[in-house]
């Protein structure tokens, strides 16, 4: 069985950053599996297809021609690492993510990207979903205001207006709707480690992370 290492938690605890420091250190490829809920959010929004058509998202969820690991982020060929970035499609990919259709349709998709020599997975239902088996799952978290900020230097620097208040808004807001929906809420894994990096840079978390991951050989 390959080597999995999950990483989950609400938006903007910065799992991606992390995630794809551990890949690099440890020579995995890295799945951004918000990036493909973001990538049918993103398609079904061009497509005019309403957010309540289940049967319609599944199909897409399903056929859609994408690239979510190792830093590509593209849809049908095309680079969409910054379309998919906004707060909109952020929103609209938590309301579609929410139908247990399209999750189904993405897990064996997500499970094809695992390969050798293993393979670094973010998300919200990394641990307790798609790689059950994970050797080390880790839930990491940070406080909603840390969150809100980062978010904020996270647009700025991409080049997106942005404002603190409504970002808590829509954070809070899309952090209630993963953590209630029916189907694999965002919840920590059975035995994942809890990481708070509310005052951890972003090498302190990953040399943590790789502290316990080498405790698991
Ligand atoms: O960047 P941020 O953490 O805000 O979000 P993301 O990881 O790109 O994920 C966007 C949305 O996709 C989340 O709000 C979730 O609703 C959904 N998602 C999910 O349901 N399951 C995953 N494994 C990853 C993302």
Known sequence: MLPVLTIDGPTASGKGTVAQRLATRLGFHYLDSGALYRLVALASLRRG???????????????????????????????ASNEIRT???????????????VRAALIARQR???????????????????FPDARLKIFLTASVEQRAQRRYQQLIAK???????????????????????????????????TLDTSYLSINQAVNMILEWWQGTR
């Open 49 to 79: 297809i309403a957010p309540d058509r289940v049967e319609d998202l599944a199909e897409l969820a399903r056929t859609l021609a994408v690239t979510c690991t190792d830093g590509e982020t593209s849809l049908e060929g095309v680079d």
């Open 87 to 101: 707060e909109e499609v952020g929103q609209h990919a938590s309301i579609v993510a929410a139908h247990a259709l």
């Open 112 to 130: 094809a990207l695992c390969m050798p020599p293993g393979l670094v997975a973010d998300g919200r239902d990394m641990g307790t979903v798609v």
């Open 159 to 193: 080049g997106f207006a942005a404002n603190i208040a409504p970002l808590l808004r829509d954070l809070t807001e899309r952090d209630a709707r993963d953590s209630t929906r029916a189907v694999a809420p965002l919840v920590p894994a059975a035995g994942a480690k």
